[in-house]
């Protein structure tokens, strides 16, 4: 059974730093992207952030670029998102989840399947 | 930036056809996908690639494509399907990532 457990989430000061992590296990960690996606409080799912099994390749959502910093190691079967610079607008539960990527008639196609319980993240003063 | 546009809510009898659209200009060359939530819970994949059903979902949900739309239909809706879906998709330069829509709020009356 595939299960994602996300931890590192909590109250942060706007400019502040966190460390979120995410534990995979049940599947080939290396052989699948992953990502993060976000959900602020009472609003809609909003994807963060992505990369590639190997690590060799990151995306970003514009709203997070240049502050977050996705990595994975996968010896230790775990995926990590660095935010920096931390804001108000960023306070949401931020899910990890299984990406799967296929190709589509304009580039790639992904979906997450499954996701983690979440870790909420809160930056306030 | 691209969206994707579905209404904020769906209301239906228990036994009736649920149908929830999502519109955006690159659904006829991108897949679409949809996700169910129930407050507290992650979201679950309820449909991949436009119309495909993961296992373990019931055969009541489906989706469909039909130009810049898709919809995700829910035949015989029951009480617990009552919960919040959301379509995801990617936009017309097909990188890593995805876009998701706004969520339609299903209430079953």
């Known amino acids: 059974e595939v299960q994602l457990v996300e931890s590192g989430g909590g109250l942060v000061q706007p400019g502040g730093s966190l460390r979120l992590s995410c534990a995979a296990s049940?599947?080939?960690?290396?052989?699948?992207?992953m990502s993060w996606v976000r959900q602020a409080p009472g609003k809609g799912l909003e994807w963060v952030s992505a990369?590639?099994?190997?690590?060799?390749?990151?995306y970003y959502a514009d709203s997070v670029k240049g502050r977050f910093t996705i990595s994975r190691d996968n010896s230790k079967n775990t995926l990590y998102l660095q935010m920096n610079s931390l804001r108000a607008e960023d306070t949401a539960v931020y899910y990890c989840?299984?990406?799967?990527?296929?190709?589509?008639?304009?580039?790639?196609?992904?979906?997450?399947?499954?996701w983690g319980q979440g870790t909420l993240v809160t930056v306030s003063s | 930036s691209y969206e994707l546009t579905q209404p904020p809510s769906v209301s239906v009898s228990p036994g009736q056809t649920a149908r929830i659209t999502c519109s955006a200009d690159?659904?006829?060359?991108?897949?679409a996908y949809w996700y169910q939530q129930k407050p507290g819970q992650a979201p679950v994949l309820v449909i991949y690639?436009?119309?495909e059903r993961p296992s373990g979902i019931p055969e009541r949900f489906s989706g469909s494509s039909s130009g810049t739309t898709v919809t995700l239909t829910i035949s015989g809706v029951q009480a617990e399907d009552e919960a919040d879906y959301y379509c995801?998709?990617?936009?017309?330069?097909?990188?890593?990532?995805?876009?998701f829509g706004g969520g339609t709020k299903l209430t079953v009356l």
């Open positions: 989840a299984k990406t799967k990527v296929v190709p589509a008639a304009l580039g790639w196609s992904n979906w997450f399947d499954p």
């Open positions: 690639k436009d119309s």
């Open positions: 990369i590639s099994g190997s690590g060799g390749s990151t």
């Open positions: 995801q998709s990617a936009d017309s330069s097909g990188t890593y990532g995805g876009v």
């Open positions: 049940g599947f080939t960690f290396s052989s699948y992207a």
């Open positions: 690159a659904l006829p060359k991108q897949y």
